[in-house]
């Protein structure tokens, strides 16, 4: 059964910082994996999908990479503005034929 | 246009009550979603509908009854809901969902806050 793990939990940053989420999977067998932010009592928004074939996806001050071997992933966000503020969340897609979401990393940018 | 509405917002009713949830697209995706997230929680998946036929149930208890009437419209219907019900209830959706891989990305709507007294 896939498992999916994110750390940490909970991150507080000053406004510019460069930072780093991670995300772990146990079963490297995924079709693609895909970054959501969830701000609080709203739906996700997607923010970038990497398939198993690829390394990385940029959009923007968003960064995410893939190792697919070693099942990990991280989601890098250059400049962090308030506005990065939200629950960002990891899944991933593979033979169980559905997403499988980890538990969160809730980020919190201070002025 | 990448959205994915859903109707209404916010929804309190009693434990006798029959009520609907609506979703809606027009993105032209062939899979629609149904998910249930507690406070703190990540989404869990409980209906799949690919080119409108259920294609997963994820042994959600009776008393949800998906539809999917057309290829742009996902209903779920409530009936005797219970107070542990109450969560945010997502709507999402893809290009495709064929057979049983997920290979596109998933858009979500806002959601419906459900309440049950």
């Known amino acids: 059964k896939q498992e999916v793990t994110q750390i940490p939990a909970a991150l507080s940053v000053p406004e510019g910082e460069n930072l780093v989420l991670n995300c772990s999977f146990t079963?490297?067998?995924?079709?693609?994996l895909q970054w959501f932010r969830q701000d609080p009592g709203k739906g996700l928004t997607s923010l970038l999908l990497?398939?198993?074939?690829?390394r990385e996806q940029t959009s923007g001050r968003l960064n995410a990479s893939l190792d697919k071997s070693s099942g990990r992933s991280t989601l890098y966000i250059a400049a962090s503005q308030p506005g990065d503020s939200a629950t960002y969340l990891c899944a991933v897609s593979g033979t169980a034929s559905k997403l499988t979401f980890g538990t969160g990393t809730r980020l919190q940018v201070t002025l | 246009d990448t959205e994915v509405t859903q109707t209404p917002k916010h929804l309190v009713m009693g434990m006798t009550n029959k009520k609907s949830l609506k979703c809606e697209q027009h993105?032209?995706?062939?899979?629609m979603y149904w998910y249930k997230q507690k406070a703190k929680k990540p989404p869990e998946l409980m209906f799949v509908y690919s080119y409108e036929k259920l294609s997963i149930n994820e042994s959600v208890p009776s008393r949800f009854s998906p539809e999917c009437p057309n290829s742009s419209l996902l209903n779920l219907h409530l009936h005797a809901l219970q107070p542990e019900d109450s969560a945010l209830y997502l709507c999402?959706?893809?290009?495709?969902?064929?057979?049983?891989?997920?290979?596109?990305?998933?858009?979500f709507g806002p959601g419906t806050r459900l309440t049950v007294l």
């Open positions: 999402a959706s893809s290009q495709g969902w064929t057979s049983g891989k997920l290979t596109d990305t998933q858009y």
């Open positions: 993105m032209g995706h062939r899979a």
């Open positions: 990497i398939q198993s074939s690829q």
């Open positions: 079963d490297s067998a995924i079709y693609n």
